[in-house]
């Protein structure tokens, strides 16, 4: 025998948003009222051969010219580019700048004539001049104090070590730079914090084997209480039970 259970209306659950049908958005027919519709057009059907001989209209391929309005003709001006003139020899030939030369004309009202140069040829060496080549000129040089028309500056020389005895030796020992020690700047001066790093601390001497973390279970501890704390999984609760409200606030 099946267990019955009483019905829940909770469980009931309606149609999905595939079981409405709503009108369509597209066409004519059957259209929904509440969107508004765009035109709609339509092929026309083949018209009859008595048509023709009703009505002959020229067809697309008859010519209309682009100037041709509802009006008449455009009366706008239209212009085009001719060919050039054929010269003429009765015709007055102007002449361009080119044909002018300025440079030639005499000089008017007393004025002074620039002076003018040519480009001449280049002049031929004879075989014999003595004519010298460029490595046969010699410069002065340009260190030392002995240029002729340069500011020289001041020159020194290293001399030789002197004899024993000379004022260059030093007789008496003097002692050096380096003979002498650095004075530490602590003794005279406000002497700064001074810190250090000690060496690694050894280990401890104990050789008594110290249990670690691991080795503890705190789960299995009853010192306290009666026994370790245990769970489990319970049984799955209906969705539809009403819950408990003890505390109503007002």
Do not use: W
């Not at 003097?174 to 810190?195: I, K, S």
């Amino acid at each position: 025998m099946e267990k019955k259970y009483p019905a829940i209306s909770g469980r009931e659950k309606g149609p999905g948003p595939g079981r409405y049908g709503l009108p369509p958005t597209i066409g004519f027919n059957g259209h929904d009222f509440t969107k508004p519709t765009s035109p709609a057009y339509s092929f026309h059907g083949k018209m009859s051969d008595s048509i023709y001989s009703v009505d002959c209209s020229p067809g697309p391929q008859y010519y209309v010219d682009a100037k041709i309005t509802r009006f008449g003709k455009d009366g706008t001006p239209a212009y085009s580019m001719l060919s050039r003139i054929k010269r003429q020899k009765d015709l007055f030939q102007t002449p361009g700048p080119g044909a002018y030369s300025p440079e030639k004309a005499p000089p008017c009202n007393l004025q002074r004539r620039p002076p003018s140069y040519t480009m001449g040829t280049r002049t031929h060496y004879r075989s014999m001049d003595a004519v010298p080549a460029p490595n046969k000129y010699h410069l002065p040089p340009l260190m030392g104090p002995k240029v002729p028309n340069k500011p020289a500056s001041a020159c020194y020389t290293m001399s030789a070590s002197y004899s024993p005895g000379g004022p260059s030796v030093d007789l008496a020992q003097t002692p050096g730079p380096c003979r002498y020690n650095t004075t530490d700047p602590g003794v005279y001066l406000h002497r700064q914090p001074a810190f250090s790093i000690l060496g690694r601390h050894s280990s401890p001497k104990d050789k008594t084997k110290i249990p670690g973390p691991g080795t503890y279970n705190p789960e299995k501890v009853t010192v306290h209480k009666p026994r370790a704390p245990s769970f489990s999984l319970g049984v799955r609760h209906s969705e539809f039970v009403t819950p408990l409200v003890v505390n109503v606030s007002d």
